[in-house]
């Protein structure tokens, strides 16, 4: 530790300042706590999991009826964010499901809402697509309309976390790597590479870098890289004309879209596949292969007759699946005063509102009401 810069104690640290770490350090600073962000690089960037400006958010949730609470919680969380910065941050356009009946998506959408009683309209392939002639789907597919679906400014959100955790105080810096964290009497101690930071808590929100940052849980994360690309379109895809979101399980693959908001066009992306990468940095590619055009062109050729196959815009990210594809939500087994949310299998930023609220709460208290068991640690260790 020689040469190292030492700081003054704070309550909290969070380690990662991204799509769940923004939220957690509003949620912190706004339960009056003195919070510390420490993240890697600016805010937001594009190297993780949260950028690509939108992301979609629907409540009948065919992954598992058991996230709904979650959502409900979620959803009026968003609602206050919206409220608190003025910002239109949510769009809430409705999304569409086009699949077969037997497909497990459309059965999971099915199951969610009836347990849970939230409104899907049902209708033929044909009425959907004189609704929505953006989108053809084939004649054989049954279409579920979710009203309450939508998407997010994702980028959006993270600043304006960020922001509302300065005005309450929090302290956020940027192009910090945590190189080490270890317990240090009652706390932690959190090493950059130029300074020691020391704090009663820490929020471990490091997302693909939680495999290295956590090694020691043994979580056999997957790191898939997933992309996105944006394509011309007429304005049967406009976001203005209210346009919804769409998904289209087609069984090997599956591949959703946002209505165009701005002149890049549709943005589509296929939520099967992806190419494993062991580290997070290996992300970064710039221009697209074949192997990821070719299903897309194919796919706007059959189901977007009014998008362009010719790509003007491109991003990579990165899916950090856990083995069962639920998020990963805890303390640390050995340290009770680290906590850590990680493992969101491509599907969490639609959570990162209650996310942060659930970080907060185990930071502060002993539990927090909204985490239950098949987020938690023990269903992978016993
Ligand atoms: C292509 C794609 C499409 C998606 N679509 C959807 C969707 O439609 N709906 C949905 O709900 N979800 C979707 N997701 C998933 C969702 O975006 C992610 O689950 C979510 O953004 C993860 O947030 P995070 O905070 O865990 O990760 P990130 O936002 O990546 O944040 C982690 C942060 O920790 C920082 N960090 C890591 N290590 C360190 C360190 N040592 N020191 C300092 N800082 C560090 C990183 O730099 C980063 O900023 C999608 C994901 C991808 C990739």
């Not at 962000?37 to 065919?62: C, N, V, W």
């Not at 959803?75 to 009946?101: P, V």
């Not at 497990?104 to 009425?127: F, I, N, W």
């Not at 930071?197 to 997302?207: N, Q």
């Amino acid at each position: 530790m020689k040469g190292m810069q030492k700081t003054k104690k704070t309550d909290v640290i969070v380690l990662g300042v991204g799509g769940m770490g923004s939220s957690a350090c509003y949620h912190l600073a706004k339960k009056g706590l003195n919070v510390l962000g420490l993240e890697q690089f600016s805010i937001p960037h594009d190297k993780g999991s949260s950028h690509g400006e939108t992301r979609m958010i629907r409540k009948a949730y065919f992954e598992h009826p058991n996230y709904v609470p979650l959502l409900r919680r979620a959803y009026q969380l968003w609602d206050e964010l919206e409220e608190e910065t003025g910002q239109k941050l949510f769009n809430r356009c409705g999304m569409i499901l086009y699949a077969d009946e037997s497909s497990e998506v459309y059965k999971g959408t099915l199951r969610s809402s009836e347990e849970h009683q939230l409104p899907l309209e049902k209708m033929s392939a044909a009425e959907a697509m004189k609704k929505w002639p953006a989108y053809k789907p084939f004649e054989h597919h049954s279409v579920l309309f979710e009203p309450a679906a939508g998407f997010l400014y994702s980028e959006k959100i993270i600043s304006a976390y960020v922001s509302l955790a300065r005005e309450n105080g929090a302290v956020i810096r940027e192009n910090q790597e945590v190189v080490d964290f270890f317990p240090a009497g009652e706390g932690v101690a959190v090493q950059t590479k130029a300074e020691i930071f020391y704090a009663d808590k820490l929020v471990i929100t490091a997302g693909a870098w939680t495999i290295s940052v956590l090694k020691e849980l043994n979580i056999p994360f997957q790191l898939l890289r997933k992309n996105l690309s944006w394509h011309t379109a007429g304005k049967e895809h406009s976001a203005e004309n209210g346009t919804p979101a769409a998904f289209f399980d087609l069984g090997e693959n599956m591949f959703y879209m946002f209505p165009s908001v701005n002149v890049k066009g549709v943005k589509i992306g296929k939520h099967s596949g992806g190419e494993p990468i062991n580290r997070p940095e290996e992300k970064q590619i710039k221009t697209p292969d074949r192997s990821f055009l070719q299903p897309i062109e194919s796919f706007i050729d059959t189901h977007l007759p009014h998008a362009s196959k010719k790509y003007n815009d491109f991003v990579s990210c990165i899916y950090t699946n856990t083995p069962d594809q639920n998020f990963l939500i805890d303390r640390h087994p050995k340290h009770t005063h680290i906590v850590f949310a990680s493992g969101f299998s491509g599907h969490g930023f639609k959570f990162a509102s209650v996310i942060g609220e659930i970080l907060a709460d185990l930071t502060t208290e002993e539990e927090s009401e909204l985490l239950t068991d098949f987020l938690r640690l023990r269903r992978f260790n016993g």
